[in-house]
T-cell receptor
Framework: EADIYQTPRYLVIGTGKKITLECSQT?????MYWYQQDPGMELHLIHY???????EKGDLSSESTVSRIRTEHFPLTLESARPSHTSQYLC????????????FGPGTRLTVL | QKEVEQDPGPLSVPEGAIVSLNCTYS??????FMWYRQYSRKGPELLMY????GNKEDGRFTAQVDKSSKYISLFIRDSQPSDSATYLC??????????FGQGTRLTINP
């Protein structure tokens, strides 16, 4: 079982608040990813990182930002949350070889009122 | 047109049935094919991984890839209520950026 953790699991906040979603992994994986998933819909890649100090935007435009100061930690920040940000956010990491397997955390379900 | 198409279901079958889940894709550069299982309010977990065309079996699960038809399948034999989940196909062309299908919601009825 993959060791990748996300906190909080559930978050309900008001519009305009700044939030940070935490993601940590203990596997030493260089590659980490953030996905957004709405109910019944596919996962959309919003950010990824191939190592420390490396971050890239994914295929789905997002107002969130990420940082990668340590290998094991890949937090996602929303400076000013809006109701349109309500979604499930999933963090993943992958092995360094090119096989493509990604391991997911349990997700953070965010609701912005 | 989406790169990966997957029927969202829902699909409901009796316990013990053989389940067939499928995805089609348009990008011929995809080389790695995965199936993930996602229980309600959980993150996806990797179920099966295959490279290129062919079959791979793991217990009650068989993954099949037909690159000529751009079609992949997941078969579940002797289905159990604990198999009830959403099944997502995912594909990668080697850049380790996965493209996911929409997921098929499966219910196994006791």
């Amino acid at each position: 079982e993959a060791d990748i953790y996300q906190t909080p699991r559930y978050l309900v906040i008001g519009t305009g608040k700044k939030i940070t979603l935490e993601c940590s992994q203990t596997m030493g994986h260089d590659k980490m990813y953030w996905y957004q998933q709405d109910p019944g819909m596919e996962l959309h890649l919003i950010h990824y990182s191939y190592g420390v100090n490396s971050t890239e935007k994914g295929d789905l435009s997002s107002e969130s930002t990420v940082s990668r100061i340590r290998t094991e930690h890949f937090p996602l920040t929303l400076e000013s949350a809006r109701p349109s940000h309500t979604s499930q956010y999933l963090c993943a990491s992958s092995v360094p070889t090119g096989r493509g397997e990604q391991f997911f955390g349990p997700g953070t379900r965010l609701t912005v009122l | 047109q989406k790169e990966v198409e997957q029927d969202p279901g829902p699909l409901s079958v009796p316990e013990g049935a053989i389940v067939s889940l499928n995805c089609t894709y348009s990008n011929s550069a995809f080389q790695y094919f995965m199936w993930y299982r996602q229980y309600s309010r959980k993150g996806p977990e990797l179920l099966m991984y295959t490279y290129s065309s062919g079959n791979k079996e793991d217990g009650r699960f068989t993954a099949q890839v037909d690159k000529s038809s751009k079609y992949i399948s997941l078969f579940i034999r002797d289905s159990q209520p604990s198999d009830s989940a959403t099944y997502l196909c995912a594909m990668d062309q080697g850049a380790q950026k996965l493209v996911f299908g929409q997921g098929t919601r499966l219910t196994i009825n006791p």
